[in-house]
């Protein structure tokens, strides 16, 4: 299958409001007022009013607990929803996060809750519109492919032994370079969410943060310990009232000066790939999803380490070099194409799917999901879809998507996966 890449100005906004007063959150209250009064009206209807679209812009609500009403603006740019309804879910667990369940589930002062959602506001920006992680579109946590783990990940289960915490990552720019057993068994949702937030925090060397695990503790906080090693690159524990800060980081001293070298190699390798894997320079940008183990592997230079120059001028074609952000958008428009309107499957080919959503509502399985326009395209294929390419207007690049199933020994690599890549044509 094939297409035109749109090009579009990427426009995000979220609106949060109680579900029974309509009482603005977020925003003020003239911004949302008339999309409160279009759901309200609906509800006193007795109709569900999910989504609308208009102008190339659309609109989706989506209530919690009968408590919050959370309305997300976005640009129209997949023809199917799916996306959009995982969005509004991680934004309502990004609030559980830092503030907890209970504050909102039952919403007692307006005002002060008002207040204490500020804190939300670095978190949710981060994952609207302010990175280049995948998760919020893959549902699957970012990792960073290194060669030679095993050392760190002795260093990270010593150092979290040392702090009397299971439950510890190291990551650069907010992509998992090495993390405890405990941290991977936490919930994609948890460890996704966990990974942006350290993305959105403020430069600082140590900082002690209250957090709510959605899925295993959303009424109970726990202490999330981060500490920056390298311009980048953090390590973070989760752990209860002890250690204190300081003993904590008297002990990132001990356990990861001596890597420093190693840590600063990660943190220049922008490709996210190891060496000795054979990549083609033509490969301007790839997204490799693991939908077994919910992981994902991205880069937006993957050419870099054979040299800025052939990157360049493989990425030239005929009108110009394609910028970061340019590929990053094509890549983003793909995966929207690709995951939810032609290969809907592909989203439950791995681990058990969550089937109860965070407002207790029962979840539909994603290839059951169909646009109120009826321009879902893989209905109407007999066959089943493993490959597809699209081509840009602007330029002689084109994206293509591959789906496999990989046989592997080792962790993470065995089950299905999927890649999307950019390459000239």
């Given at each position: 299958?094939?297409?035109?890449?749109?090009?579009?100005?990427?426009?995000?906004?979220?609106?949060?409001?109680?579900?029974?007063?309509?009482?603005?959150?977020?925003?003020?209250?003239?911004?949302?007022?008339?999309?409160?009064?279009?759901?309200?009206?609906?509800?006193?209807?007795?109709?569900?009013?999910?989504?609308?679209?208009?102008?190339g812009v659309k609109v989706v609500w989506k209530c919690f607990y009968q408590s919050i009403t959370l309305i997300l603006v976005m640009t129209d740019d997949?023809?199917?929803?799916?996306?959009?309804?995982?969005?509004?879910?991680?934004?309502?667990?990004?609030?559980?996060?830092?503030?907890?369940?209970?504050?909102?589930?039952?919403?007692?002062?307006?005002?002060?809750?008002?207040?204490?959602?500020?804190?939300?506001?670095?978190?949710?920006?981060?994952?609207?519109?302010?990175?280049?992680?995948?998760?919020?579109?893959?549902?699957?946590?970012?990792?960073?492919?290194?060669?030679?783990?095993?050392?760190?990940?002795?260093?990270?289960?010593?150092?979290?032994?040392?702090?009397?915490?299971?439950?510890?990552?190291?990551?650069?720019?907010?992509?998992?370079?090495?993390?405890?057993?405990?941290?991977?068994?936490?919930?994609?949702?948890?460890?996704?969410?966990?990974?942006?937030?350290?993305?959105?925090?403020?430069?600082?060397?140590?900082?002690?943060?209250?957090?709510?695990?959605?899925?295993?503790?959303?009424?109970?906080?726990?202490?999330?310990?981060?500490?920056?090693?390298?311009?980048?690159?953090?390590?973070?524990?989760?752990?209860?009232?002890?250690?204190?800060?300081?003993?904590?980081?008297?002990?990132?001293?001990?356990?990861?000066?001596?890597?420093?070298?190693?840590?600063?190699?990660?943190?220049?390798?922008?490709?996210?790939?190891?060496?000795?894997?054979?990549?083609?320079?033509?490969?301007?940008?790839?997204?490799?999803?693991?939908?077994?183990?919910?992981?994902?592997?991205?880069?937006?230079?993957?050419?870099?380490?054979?040299?800025?120059?052939?990157?360049?001028?493989?990425?030239?074609?005929?009108?110009?070099?394609?910028?970061?952000?340019?590929?990053?958008?094509?890549?983003?428009?793909?995966?929207?194409t690709v995951a939810d309107n032609m290969l809907p499957s592909q989203v439950k080919d791995g681990v058990k799917q969550e089937t109860t959503a965070a407002n207790g509502a029962q979840l539909r399985p994603p290839e059951e999901v169909?646009?109120?326009?009826?321009?879902?395209?893989?209905?109407?294929?007999?066959?089943?879809?493993?490959?597809?390419?699209?081509?840009?207007?602007?330029?002689?690049?084109?994206?293509?998507?591959?789906?496999?199933?990989?046989?592997?020994?080792?962790?993470?690599?065995?089950?299905?996966?999927?890649?999307?890549?950019?390459?000239?044509?």
């Open positions: 299958a094939h297409s035109h890449v749109r090009t579009y100005t990427i426009m995000a906004y979220l609106a949060a409001i109680t579900a029974e007063t309509g009482v603005p959150l977020f925003l003020s209250f003239p911004v949302v007022g008339s999309l409160n009064g279009v759901h309200l009206f609906a509800s006193n209807l007795k109709t569900s009013l999910l989504s609308c679209t208009n102008g997949s023809p199917v929803e799916t996306h959009l309804l995982h969005l509004l879910d991680t934004m309502f667990n990004a609030l559980v996060l830092l503030i907890g369940l209970q504050e909102l589930e039952c919403v007692q002062n307006v005002e002060r809750l008002k207040k204490d959602l500020k804190c939300c506001y670095p978190l949710i920006d981060n994952l609207l519109q302010g990175t280049q992680l995948m998760y919020p579109l893959t549902q699957s946590v970012d990792v960073v492919a290194v060669e030679d783990v095993s050392t760190l990940s002795q260093c990270m289960d010593a150092f979290s032994e040392a702090v009397h915490s299971g439950y510890g990552c190291v990551s650069v720019d907010g992509k998992i370079i090495v993390a405890t057993e405990s941290w991977w068994n936490l919930s994609p949702l948890e460890i996704g969410l966990l990974a942006h937030l350290i993305a959105s925090l403020p430069p600082a060397r140590c900082q002690d943060i209250p957090v709510y695990l959605p899925r295993a503790s959303n009424k109970v906080a726990h202490r999330m310990l981060v500490f920056s090693l390298l311009e980048g690159v953090h390590v973070c524990v989760l752990c209860d009232a002890e250690p204190s800060l300081r003993r904590a980081q008297d002990e990132v001293g001990v356990y990861w000066s001596g890597l420093t070298e190693r840590l600063v190699k990660c943190a220049r390798n922008p490709s996210s790939v190891p060496p000795g894997v054979d990549l083609s320079p033509s490969v301007l940008a790839f997204c490799l999803v693991n939908l077994r183990s919910r992981r994902c592997v991205s880069s937006l230079k993957p050419s870099t380490f054979l040299g800025d120059s052939i990157n360049n001028t493989l990425s030239a074609g005929f009108q110009g070099e394609l910028s970061t952000e340019e590929r990053h958008r094509y890549l983003v428009d793909f995966y929207k169909t646009p109120a326009n009826g321009r879902l395209l893989h209905a109407g294929i007999p066959h089943k879809i493993t490959e597809s390419y699209i081509c840009t207007k602007e330029s002689n690049h084109g994206c293509v998507q591959d789906s496999n199933r990989q046989q592997g020994s080792g962790r993470g690599t065995r089950g299905s996966s999927s890649q999307l890549i950019i390459k000239p044509f």
